[in-house]
């Protein structure tokens, strides 16, 4: 598969069969994930794979419990201005609900962790913005997903687990800091397994509305 190919159809996958995924196909994937490029090369990421069945079901039942939190505080369908938005989003809502429902179910999870440490650097004028840390660990989680699809892997780029954060990190035995305060924080959880369905473009709003040329406000059609 071409490398456009890939990114073209690089999309959220919720729904995944049982079959199990080769450990080697993973490991082709933390391969290409470990290539990505980092701020000054630091490379900050651990990744913790998961695929014990108990202990994919332990974080399974809590990223069900931080995504039903979450739902809660989501915005109506009521919100969207059109049907075809409205519709939009319930079709999004009832995959995300199906994989907060069944993620202990997915063959694989993987859990990309980033140290929390200080980051920038400071002068006489004060502290120095360089950006954010997480800006050299999702390079490798988008890796990881395109590499995934190349092999005709699903996954889906999530978050929500951070709400339940602590437990997760105990579960898995991420060391802690001698005073208990964590090392590490969680960037992403990334399901892992075979789709349902077929691979796509999703639909998405096109660049050319999303593109200043040059100077805020000058657009190309």
Not at 48 to 60: C, F, K, L, N, W
Not at 180 to 186: A, H, K, L, N, Q
Request: aromatic share 8%.
């Amino acid at each position: 598969m071409d490398a456009i190919t890939a990114l073209m159809t690089t999309r959220a996958i919720r729904r995944f069969t049982a079959d199990p995924v080769p450990d080697a196909d993973i490991e082709h994937c933390l391969k290409a994930a470990q290539q990505a490029p980092s701020g000054g090369n630091v490379q900050p990421q651990q990744y913790v794979v998961v695929t014990d069945p108990e202990m994919r079901a332990a974080v399974g039942a809590l990223y069900q419990r931080a995504y039903h939190r979450y739902e809660q505080a989501l915005p109506g369908e009521a919100a969207f201005d059109d049907e075809a938005k409205a519709a939009a989003w319930r079709r999004t809502r009832d995959a995300s609900r199906h994989l907060a429902d069944h993620l202990g179910d997915v063959p694989v999870l993987v859990l990309f962790l980033q140290p929390i440490i200080p980051w920038g650097a400071d002068d006489a004028e004060g502290h120095m913005d360089i950006g954010r840390l997480d800006a050299s660990v999702y390079p490798a989680v988008q890796n990881f997903c395109v590499a995934a699809r190349a092999l005709g892997l699903g996954t889906a780029l999530t978050t929500v687990i951070r709400i339940h954060s602590a437990e997760v990190l105990a579960l898995l035995g991420v060391p802690t800091r001698s005073d208990g305060s964590p090392r590490f924080e969680i960037a992403a959880l990334v399901p892992v397994g075979y789709p349902q369905g077929n691979f796509g473009v999703a639909p998405r709003k096109p660049a050319t509305a999303a593109t200043h040329w040059n100077t805020w406000g000058t657009k190309r059609p």
